[in-house]
């Protein structure tokens, strides 16, 4: 079983749409849980760490469930912009590298 | 967010020679710093962590005696692939660990073995 789980999509979307991305991770004793995005050619960026009471930034709101080892990404009101690919990661112990996911990629239509 | 760079950005070469990408914090020392490599269409895989002042840890299957890291100081680190074939043409990208475990990836370095 992989350590991080994605469904590799891709999502067509229109504008306007929400979009959900789910995630499950094998480790329990996963300690720091990410979202990261990676456009076509491009490196890695940060889009928001997960918390256990879940979390908010503008569009996007993050959630995780440590009982089912399950992280889901929520998007509103999607953009064209928000085309690329999404990584769920998981880190272990501190100064271990974070565990990528293979990534789900979302498509924003107009 | 912290700032990572990288360089070069993009590099070709001859199979058979050394091609040296650095990979600097810019606003953060980092005492770890990750490499990975990335073929088109697939995920990233880690090749090694870098800690400053010790020897790297390479993930099993990587050659440590092909892909040399060094990291010197605190925002710097250096890998060298040494006699690259043209299976080494890949997206290497270079990540610093931030306080709270989230790691920072620099621009990346698209290598082209001919």
């Known amino acids: 079983r992989k350590e991080v789980e994605q469904d590799p999509g891709p999502f067509n979307v229109p504008e306007g749409a929400t979009v959900a991305f789910n995630c499950t991770y094998s480790?329990?004793?996963?300690?720091?849980f990410f979202w990261y995005r990676q456009d076509c050619r491009k490196e890695p960026k940060l889009l928001m760490s997960?918390?256990?009471s879940g979390n908010e930034d503008g569009r996007f709101t993050a959630q995780l469930n440590r009982a089912s080892q399950y992280i889901s990404l929520l998007i509103r009101d999607s953009k064209l912009s928000d085309s690329a690919t999404y990584l769920c990661?998981?880190?272990?112990?501190?100064?271990?590298?974070?565990?990528f996911g293979k990534g789900t990629t979302l498509s924003v239509s107009s | 967010g912290a700032v990572v760079s990288q360089h070069p950005s993009r590099v070709i070469c001859k199979s058979g020679t050394s091609v040296k990408i650095e990979c600097r914090s810019l606003?953060?020392?980092?005492?770890?710093m990750f490499w990975y490599r990335q073929f088109p269409k697939k995920s990233l895989m880690l090749m090694a962590t870098?800690?400053?002042?010790?020897?790297?840890?390479?993930e099993q299957g990587v050659e440590k005696d092909k892909f040399l890291i060094n990291h010197a100081s605190l925002t710097l680190s250096t890998l060298t692939v040494t006699s690259a074939h043209p299976e080494d043409s890949s997206f290497y990208i270079c990540?610093?660990?931030?306080?709270?475990?989230?790691?920072?990836f620099g621009p990346g370095t698209r290598l082209t073995v001919t």
């Open positions: 990540s610093a660990r931030g306080v709270r475990g989230e790691q920072y």
């Open positions: 480790n329990s004793a996963s300690q720091s």
């Open positions: 997960v918390y256990s």
């Open positions: 990661v998981v880190g272990h112990q501190a100064g271990t590298a974070l565990i």
């Open positions: 606003d953060f020392q980092a005492t770890t």
């Open positions: 870098s800690n400053e002042g010790s020897k790297a840890t390479y």
